[in-house]
């Protein structure tokens, strides 16, 4: 089941071009890695049609069935708290005035679910791998490293149980030992997702090139195009999206 489609999608800033006809799909349980160089419109890709970046999008992003393109913010916030967010730079995405058990027990009930105890947040920080978890909850976000509030990030953005994780680089911070586990439980816990930059648990990927997708594929090998070949097959309207592979 298709539960997150990017078909055309263009993405504008200070009337500028930046992202030209993106396609791109999320089965449910799948991850989708979009890879390419700095630069070449991969956050803005998976921000824009969420409201989270400068960039004006355009085009489609069905979430759920739902069309995110053209929505007010008033009108995207309630399809937007569905999903969950890991953002690059999580010193900056984290509230700065809120300790980690505070910002957790948001995070959580972001869908209506009851306040979690203090047991269950320390068990969320503890399942990304944070030492003395309970301690941590009761830190403030500039008092830990820059592993630590990634990990802090990460375990906020699937707190409330999202059926789709959108994420910018989500292991960046993290040493090689703790990308392993954090991937190992993404795909544990089947979370579909679109990632930015971290394709190594992803069952598909899509290339980027100068703000347009370059090529599709299974994680074992990614099919590539040339640029004006793809541009030619989405203007006739043909798909190259790949079929399902398992993680």
Wanted: proline share 5%; net charge positive.
């Amino acid at each position: 089941m298709t539960l997150y489609a990017v078909e055309r999608l263009g993405i504008s800033v200070a009337g500028a071009s930046i992202v030209e006809a993106m396609h791109f799909t999320v089965e449910a349980g799948r991850c989708t890695a979009l890879v390419g160089a700095s630069g070449s419109g991969k956050s803005l890709s998976c921000l824009a049609p969420f409201g989270l970046s400068a960039g004006i999008a355009a085009g489609s992003a069905r979430f759920e069935g739902r069309e995110l393109i053209g929505l007010s913010e008033a009108e995207r916030r309630p399809i937007r708290a569905r999903a969950g967010f890991v953002f690059q730079h999580p010193l900056t995405a984290l509230t700065p005035h809120l300790r980690v058990g505070e910002q957790l027990s948001e995070a959580a009930t972001a869908l209506g679910a009851p306040r979690p105890d203090r047991r269950a947040l320390a068990a969320m920080l503890d399942r990304v791998g944070l030492t003395t978890p309970e301690a941590k909850l009761d830190a403030w976000p500039h008092r830990l490293s820059g592993g630590e509030r990634q990990r802090v990030l990460i375990a906020a953005a699937v707190a409330h149980g999202p059926p789709l994780l959108i994420a910018d680089e989500p292991t960046s911070a993290l040493d090689a030992t703790l990308r392993h586990a954090i991937r190992a439980g993404a795909a544990a816990r089947r979370w579909a997702g679109a990632v930015a930059g971290e394709p190594r648990s992803a069952a598909r990927r899509a290339s980027c090139r100068s703000g347009r997708r370059a090529g599709v594929g299974p994680d074992r090998g990614i099919t590539r195009h040339r640029l004006a070949d793809r541009e030619s097959d989405e203007r006739g309207g043909s798909r190259a999206d790949c079929g399902n592979t398992d993680t």
